[in-house]
């Protein structure tokens, strides 16, 4: 499959880093527009073509153009794409926010659209992807888009478009949540006046073991939480500042909804 990538900043180098690294996509076959030259530079050195300007479809031939552009700038950049798709070639957004329709009103609804949200583990095979196709979309395509997307971690189909923004909040800023609270958690180890790498050292790889624990969903994370905690013993005595009605599960609460009602705004 022929493939341009339209924008390649961070979300979108990190998925397409993975499709190639694995082998999965021969850098042949792959073309990346993007007008930043340090960004077009890190791409050549994966292999693939790169172009300041979109090409021609006569000069790429894409069979799949992914929309890895702002959302903010989607409408301005996507309508230079109509000519491939005119000439079959399918979506695949990774935008936040954006739904089908919009993309169905730049290229019609016959062409076949896949919306995914990703997050930026997925540059080392640890990423959630989820998406959902319209009707245009074949099995086929389903198939060698899940190809792709399997090379940067768990993939889940969704049942409705409007879970989406529930899982932009969760999975795709989830990372950044996570990131914060190993800040947080150095930051508070260095004010217990231990030094600062060491502090960055111990929230690093104690995220890292409790994440891997957590992975296979075997144990549930509330049982591993037990599991650490001896009765009226250290954890228990940190867990309180936590639990005590539930301020940290209020706070996330809080925090997803903010994420989820920009997702909605940024639908607009
Ligand atoms: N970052 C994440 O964790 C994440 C997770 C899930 C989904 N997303 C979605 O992924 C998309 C990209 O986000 P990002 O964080 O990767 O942003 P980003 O780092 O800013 O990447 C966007 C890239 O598009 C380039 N660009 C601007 N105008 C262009 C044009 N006319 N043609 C081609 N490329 C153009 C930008 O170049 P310049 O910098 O030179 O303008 C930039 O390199 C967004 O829609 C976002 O909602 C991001």
């Keep these: 499959m022929r493939v341009l990538m339209v924008g390649c900043g961070n979300m979108g180098f990190a998925m397409l880093k993975a499709w190639i690294e694995s082998g999965c996509l021969s850098p042949d076959e792959t073309g990346v527009v993007e007008p930043s030259e340090e960004g077009r530079a890190r791409v050549a050195a994966l292999g693939a073509s790169t172009f300041a300007d979109p090409p021609s479809p006569d000069d790429f031939g894409a069979e799949l153009i992914v929309l890895a552009v702002k959302p903010q700038v989607m409408a301005d950049i996507a ?6 798709t005119a000439r079959g070639a399918a979506v695949l957004s990774i935008a936040a926010g954006l739904p089908i329709r919009r993309y169905e009103e730049i290229y019609g609804d016959q062409t076949p659209i896949i919306r ?11 990423g959630m992807m989820a998406y959902i196709a319209n009707d245009a979309a074949g099995g086929a395509l389903i198939a060698n888009v899940r190809k792709l997307l399997e090379t940067n971690g768990a993939v889940a189909e969704l049942e409705e478009e409007s879970q989406m923004d529930a899982v932009t909040a969760i999975s795709g800023s989830g990372p950044a949540y996570v990131f914060h609270f190993i800040e947080a958690l150095a930051e508070a180890g260095e004010k217990l006046g231990l030094s600062a790498d060491l502090a960055a050292l111990l929230a690093r790889q104690t995220a890292l073991g409790a994440a891997k624990l957590a992975a296979d969903g075997e144990t549930d994370p509330a049982e591993l939480r037990r599991q650490v905690t001896s009765p009226n013993g250290t954890t228990a005595a940190g867990l309180a500042m936590m639990m005590t009605d539930d301020r940290l599960k209020t706070m996330m609460a809080e925090v997803a909804d903010a994420a989820r009602r920009r997702s909605i705004e940024l639908s607009s």
């Design 79 to 84: 309508p230079a794409y109509r000519s491939a």
């Design 116 to 126: 995914v949200m990703p997050n930026t583990p997925a540059a080392i095979g640890e």
